[in-house]
């Protein structure tokens, strides 16, 4: 993956950056970015799901065994922290309601996955409820810093909801 990237880049590189290379296993993690960070629109949620659509068949067209992941969430506790400290962060994006947003892909990833047979990891829940119990005894605690991308300790735990979903270590 390229950070900053949608279903729709994914799909642009697909030959080039996984065909090529004949996989026998995929993990997908895309959605944070194909939200727009905004309040849920149809019209961008369909653009996502085709897209997804169109990559998910390409991917089974290979045969290789596919792990879909929902999207992690996003900290508006830190997004508020880090806007305040930097207005030019927001630039002009109203993100109320954006984990929401994600929640909902992540709720229609999990839907299409036990359609198609996939794995599914839910990315999504995992941090929000280690966050939200771990915010009863630290209110400023953060996995997600910058509001998007977990950092070290957040990546330990998608990490961890991955082995968890597969089953390892036995």
């Known amino acids: 993956g390229v950070s900053g990237d949608r279903a729709s880049d994914a799909l642009a590189?697909?030959?080039d950056d996984i065909a090529?290379?004949?996989?026998?296993?995929a993990t997908v993690l895309l959605g944070m970015n194909d939200g727009s960070y905004?309040?849920?629109?149809q019209a961008t949620f369909d653009t996502y799901a085709k897209d997804m659509?169109?990559?998910?068949?390409?991917?089974?067209?290979?045969?290789c065994r596919v792990i879909l992941m929902g999207p992690t969430m996003f900290d508006?506790?830190?997004?508020?922290?880090?806007?305040?400290?930097?207005?030019?962060?927001?630039?002009?994006?109203?993100?109320n309601g954006y984990n929401a947003v994600l929640?909902?892909?992540?709720?229609?990833?999990?839907?299409?996955?036990?359609?198609?047979?996939?794995?599914?990891?839910?990315?999504?829940?995992?941090?929000?409820?280690l966050t939200a119990e771990?915010?009863?005894?630290?209110?400023?605690?953060?996995?997600?810093?910058d509001a998007i991308h977990p950092d070290a300790p957040?990546?330990?735990?998608?990490a961890y909801s991955v082995l968890k979903t597969l089953g390892e270590p036995r």
């Open 20 to 25: 090529r290379f004949k996989p026998t296993v």
């Open 103 to 129: 929640a909902y892909y992540a709720a229609w990833q999990r839907e299409v996955a036990r359609q198609r047979g996939y794995q599914f990891v839910d990315m999504w829940s995992d941090l929000n409820n």
């Open 76 to 95: 508006h506790q830190a997004w508020d922290k880090r806007v305040k400290e930097k207005p030019e962060y927001a630039k002009g994006r109203n993100v």
């Open 13 to 15: 590189r697909f030959d």
């Open 134 to 145: 771990a915010r009863v005894t630290d209110p400023a605690m953060s996995l997600i810093p």
């Open 38 to 41: 905004k309040d849920f629109d």
């Open 154 to 158: 957040g990546q330990m735990i998608m």
């Open 53 to 63: 659509t169109t990559l998910l068949d390409k991917l089974d067209a290979l045969k």
